[in-house]
């Protein structure tokens, strides 16, 4: 989307003074929280602001995250890691939305934004972790 382009451009020039592992876990941070917001909104505006805020979050967790895996990835490995990282997205966009439709009428529409916003809370938890060294 849009928003996710400008986050895109803002976050990529962020990601260098302030960190990778910052800028990933800024996104998991909103991609919890966000989704917290759509069961609230009053109207469609409320819903297009929320879905606005939401792509500037997996901007920078996207960002953030691929410029990680430079990072902690040797050269030769590179490629793959992201590959695998890549088709992980790709199977998340095929995944959530069945999961999603399958859960709404059982949870309600609130309750789907509240799952998605604890798989974000989830991946927030995880990030946070300090990372271990690595042996040799």
């Known amino acids: 989307t849009g928003a996710q382009v400008l986050g895109m ?6 990601v260098d003074r302030i960190g990778r592992r910052r800028i990933f876990i800024l996104g998991f941070a909103l991609s919890a929280a966000v989704p917290c917001v759509f069961p609230f909104a009053a109207n469609i505006w409320g819903m297009a602001l929320g879905y606005l805020t939401l792509g500037v979050a997996y901007s920078s967790l996207f960002i953030g995250s691929t410029a990680h895996i430079g990072d902690c990835v040797s050269p030769g490995r590179q490629g793959a890691m992201l590959g695998l990282y890549e088709s992980s997205r790709g199977l998340g966009g095929i995944i959530g939305p069945i999961i999603a439709g399958a ?9 789907m934004f509240f799952t998605m916003a604890g798989i974000g809370l989830l991946g927030f938890v995880m990030a946070i972790i300090p990372e271990r060294a690595r042996l040799p």
């Open 103 to 111: 859960i709404t009428p059982i949870v309600g529409f609130g309750g």
């Open 9 to 14: 451009l803002i976050f990529g020039r962020l």
